[in-house]
């Protein structure tokens, strides 16, 4: 009597289960989907509410339930939350897993012989002849046509095994690998990448701190046109133009020229030409005498300086032209009538907001005015040090060429078998399969029984 | 100024390709209806016309004012038109899928004439569109949306032949079991039949229908005239196949351009991260089409789900969204 010994419940199996359990999660084609779909909801949702701004934004744009959940559930920011950087990883895991445990073993089927009378794509061919010379003929003729041709013996039947794109079943590993590669790319800017954005004032420099790059900014030049359009006069923003001297660190100081579309290449670091401005120079006086509280430094839009403890002065609005009908801001973008708006603040409240002209000053009470005296432009640049780049590229080029291949080609497996008949004909039996179903394959497969059908008898 | 020629013949373009279109969709409804070949040919010809004049209006556009066509909605809006049509007719000759035509040209007419109220009049390029990225990205990703919106055309069809079969099958089903005196709730839906050919064993894929139309219905006749929902289902498939590749060199090219003018290659721009939601969507579709279960219904509603990304990409985007590539006048 044979005993079988019970198999101990042990600590290990517990673990090798709950892994096998874990792979073939990983590896299940619907779990793959569903994270697919779920990744599209996150997507979507990222482009319908509006992504990084104030949470203050949110209780203005919608109702305040909807913008407590927006702020509650991380969609103010969803492409950097946990949220979606797990959903891609698992994404790459499942690709991963999948690719290597289920599509290929499915895709790249073991050599077996089929019922062929079962098979939904199958005819049968009477060819005149005796066997071995008939198979001969129809491997000849396969292989003829670019097939592979593998013959089998199977419990004493000899079967001929007929592939065509054997090759493209890789296709879907190829795509796969190509979105991991993307995935890896992304990944070495996340470690090793930085980027940043710095405004210079023309004249001056800036260095920047994750290189030591020192970039002096020696003009900046812009062209906006008058165009004449069905809704009246735009002004039509031609070109922006920033010369600079950039002095790599331990480095000689060279001149170049950044602008939109042509960034600067300085050591694997690009630097883009992104914004410019308009800074001013005030003066804060009281009593007509200059005050030490007045900007050392022309100010951007948005700065401000202090006046004393609780008051501050805020640059707010550059003003190209000033319609001086109404007194506000022209649409003119140009500095041709320029002035400026500021912002009177006391601690956080707003005291009160006011236009400028260009050149002329503003009584603020208490024998205190603030003069705005000239502008100077400045030039904004982003940089940017991804060394991921061309990994990306490369991934994104498999990505294609795997789309391309899987699309493209058309794996098809044909299963032939032969039998002599009595009445001196051979029954080729034909079966034929593909990765993408049987009705995609349907005509093709009929020209090529039909083709059998004309392969002339032997003389 | 422009050439006030230059204009005239601009015009005349604009205009026949907006007729053409408006007159194929009439002609090729037409032969969808009736199966009349002269429909067939007319329709044909109507659509070519239309498309070459469609390019002919681009091209005449570029030549009259000096600035590449596409930098705006209504351009890239008359290319969606012009290459719809294009491709619509490529595998319209291959695949005699003319059939489908009244519905593409319906759809280029009214981008075309939509198109037509977003010009602003010609405008320089601002300084992020001067770039030779515009002339292989913009047209890259409009050819694909194109290209879905033949994919979604045929799938309609698909929907509409498939929901009448079944709505054919559940008259059968209520018919046999008033017969038999049998609550509906408790019948069977009827069983798909297979045949036997010569070239192996074929799901009849809507056997309510051909039975109907041989009892003489004259709506599955008609239906019945389409081609079959198998064969719908590949043309979809592969017009999708065409589509989908497209899309992704599309965005892969938007971000090379990205990378040179905004300083990085990805942003999460309203429009980049449309873009990548809608071929997620064409991924799940290829993906799920692999399975036997989900070819047919399922993957034709999931493509009609995925031009509807597709107009949300590229207009909702364009029109209600603002990010890096509202260029809205």
């Known amino acids: ?459 | 100024m422009l050439d006030p020629t230059r204009q005239l013949i601009d015009q005349i373009l604009l205009e026949i390709a907006i007729a053409s279109f408006a007159a194929g969709t009439l002609v090729l409804l037409g032969y969808l209806l009736t199966r009349t070949l002269a429909f067939k040919r007319l329709g044909s010809v109507l659509a070519v016309l239309g498309g070459v004049t469609a390019f002919a209006e681009l091209g005449t556009r570029w030549w009259m004012t000096g600035i590449w066509p596409l930098t705006n909605l209504y351009g890239s809006l008359s290319l969606f038109a012009a290459m719809g049509v294009l491709i619509f007719c490529v595998f319209a000759f291959k695949y005699d899928l003319w059939f489908a035509g009244s519905g593409v040209l319906a759809i280029a007419a009214i981008a075309l004439a939509y198109g037509t109220d977003w010009n602003e009049g010609y405008m320089p390029a601002v300084p992020a569109l001067q770039s030779y990225w515009i002339k292989i990205h913009v047209p890259l990703v409009i050819s694909a949306y194109a290209t879905f919106m033949v994919a979604f055309a045929i799938a309609i069809l698909y929907i509409i032949k498939d929901t009448i079969e079944r709505n054919y099958g559940s008259r059968t089903v209520r018919a046999r079991a008033a017969g038999l005196g049998v609550d509906v709730s408790l019948a069977q839906p009827a069983a798909s039949a297979f045949v036997t050919t010569e070239f192996g064993i074929k799901r009849v894929d809507t056997p309510n229908l051909e039975a109907a139309a041989a009892r003489g219905d004259s709506l599955a006749l008609w239906l019945m005239g389409l081609p079959s929902l198998s064969k719908l289902d590949i043309l979809t498939y592969r017009i999708v196949a065409v589509g989908l590749p497209l899309l992704s060199i599309g965005i892969i090219t938007g971000a090379m351009w990205a990378k040179e003018a905004w300083g990085a290659y990805w942003q999460w721009d309203p429009k980049e991260t449309a873009a990548l939601a809608s071929w997620i969507v064409y991924a799940l579709y290829m993906h799920l089409h692999t399975r036997n279960g989900w070819r047919g219904i399922r993957c034709a509603w999931i493509n009609v789900a995925g031009f509807a990304s597709i107009v949300f990409c590229y207009l909702g985007v364009n029109i209600w969204i603002s990010g890096l590539h509202s260029y809205k006048v």
């Open chain 1, 1 to 459: 009597m044979t005993t079988i010994a019970a198999e101990k419940p042990g600590k290990g199996n517990a673990v090798r289960g709950t892994v096998a359990d874990l792979l073939n999660l990983l590896s299940d084609f619907w779990f793959g989907m569903l994270l697919l779909a779920i990744w599209g909801v996150m997507t979507i949702i990222g482009v319908i509410v509006d992504q990084q701004k104030d949470p203050t934004v949110y209780f203005t744009s919608y109702p305040a339930p909807l913008a407590r959940l927006v702020l509650r559930l991380h969609l103010d920011n969803i492409y950097h939350s946990p949220a979606y950087v797990g959903m891609i990883g698992l994404i790459v895991s499942t690709m991963t897993f999948a690719t290597f445990r289920s599509v290929i073993p499915r895709r790249m089927p073991a050599l077996r012989p089929v019922k062929i009378d079962v098979m939904p794509l199958h005819a049968f061919v009477s060819i005149p002849g005796d066997e071995p010379s008939v198979r001969e003929r129809i491997a000849a003729y396969f292989a003829s046509h670019g097939w592979t041709i593998r013959k089998r013996e199977f419990g004493g039947d000899e079967w001929t095994f007929v592939d065509k794109h054997n090759w493209a079943r890789r296709g879907v590993l190829v795509a796969h690998v190509g979105f991991i590669v993307i995935a890896i790319g992304t990944t070495m800017y996340w470690a090793r990448g930085y980027s940043g954005t710095t405004a210079i004032i023309s004249g001056d420099s800036a260095t920047i701190p994750q290189n030591g790059t020192t970039i002096k900014l020696n003009s900046f030049g812009y062209r906006i046109d008058p165009i004449r359009t069905k809704a009246g006069t735009t002004y039509q923003p031609i070109d922006y133009v920033s010369q600079v001297t950039v002095t790599p660190k331990d480095g000689k100081p060279y001149d170049a020229v950044i602008r939109v579309n042509h960034p600067l290449d300085v050591n694997g670091t690009l630097y883009y030409q992104s914004t410019y401005g308009f800074a001013i120079a005030f003066t804060l006086t009281k009593d007509g005498k200059p005050l030490p509280v007045s900007p050392a430094q022309p100010l951007r839009e948005g700065e401000a300086f202090q006046v004393d403890g609780t008051h501050a002065i805020q640059y707010a609005q550059f003003i190209g032209t000033i319609d001086r009908k109404t007194g506000g801001a022209g649409t003119d973008p140009r500095p041709n009538d320029p002035g400026v708006v500021i912002n009177a603040f006391e601690g956080d409240q707003l005291l009160g907001r006011s236009m400028i002209p260009l050149g002329s000053s503003l009584d603020l009470g208490d024998g205190y005015r603030l003069a705005a005296n000239r502008y100077v432009l400045y030039s904004g640049f982003q940089y940017r040090h991804d060394p991921g780049i061309p990994i990306v590229g490369i991934g994104a080029f498999v990505l294609v060429a795997g789309l391309c291949i899987s699309f493209y080609f058309l794996p098809a497996r044909l299963y032939v078998r032969t039998a002599a008949e009595p009445d001196g004909t051979v029954r080729v039996g034909i079966a034929a399969t593909t990765v993408k179903g049987y009705d995609i394959y349907e005509e093709r497969f009929a020209e090529l029984v039909n083709a059998l059908r004309r392969t002339p008898a032997p003389a």
